[in-house]
């Protein structure tokens, strides 16, 4: 439990200097608590931060945490889950750091799979209106269809598209069905454009082209 005398960014500083050898990542989670909105049930009962150290304290343990998963390499899921759950609670301030975390450092070796609890990190998303982290997660989890409909939902016709790009290049018959979904939506919510039967089988073709190019010039 860090002292009341020292400030987060001290006490963080002195938890990196310390090490995972010293000073195990999870067992200092309780020290963070506090700075949750609300407070984490395991939260010391003399850390009671004044409102003002709240937003230090939440610049701090994601400091800490970061420098565990990506310095250390920390793989624990209770780590991992506190820090989406700081990420999420800034996402206001700063969207990119959630979006990237959840595609990059968040994700474990197995495809589709992560370190954080992903059916709580798409709740925790999709409450705080982080939508495009949401999608992310839903693609992970393979519910493209659903990922469709927040797009869409958030008029963001660009990020739509993407989602389809995710899909894995044989399963034509998802693509079609989502970019059939993309249209349907292009028509019911106004997005000022249209999208043809044809449009949607050149586009599906073009991709198909694309990805065919990337994996030749890879090979």
Known sequence: VRPPSLAPADAVDFFIA????????????????????PPSPDCPPDCTPA???????KKEAIR??????????CTEGAVHNTLLTFLVERCAEDPAALTRYVAGAGMSSHPGRAHYDQHLAFRLCEE?????????????LGDF??????????????TAK?????VEEEDEVLKRALWRKIARGVVERGFGVSVTEAQIETEA????????QEAAAAA
């Open 18 to 37: 310390a090490g995972p050898e010293r000073l195990d990542p999870a067992a200092l989670l309780p020290c963070f608590g506090c700075f949750l909105s």
């Open 51 to 57: 409102e003002e150290e709240v937003a230090a304290g």
């Open 64 to 73: 800490f945490l970061q420098h565990s998963i990506s310095r250390q390499a």
């Open 128 to 140: 705080k209106g982080a939508l495009k982290a949401a999608i992310q997660i839903l693609c992970d």
């Open 145 to 158: 269809e659903y990922a469709i409909d927040l797009a869409l939902k958030a008029d963001d016709l660009p």
């Open 162 to 166: 993407l989602v389809v790009e995710k």
């Open 205 to 212: 073709a073009a991709m198909k082209a694309q990805l065919q």
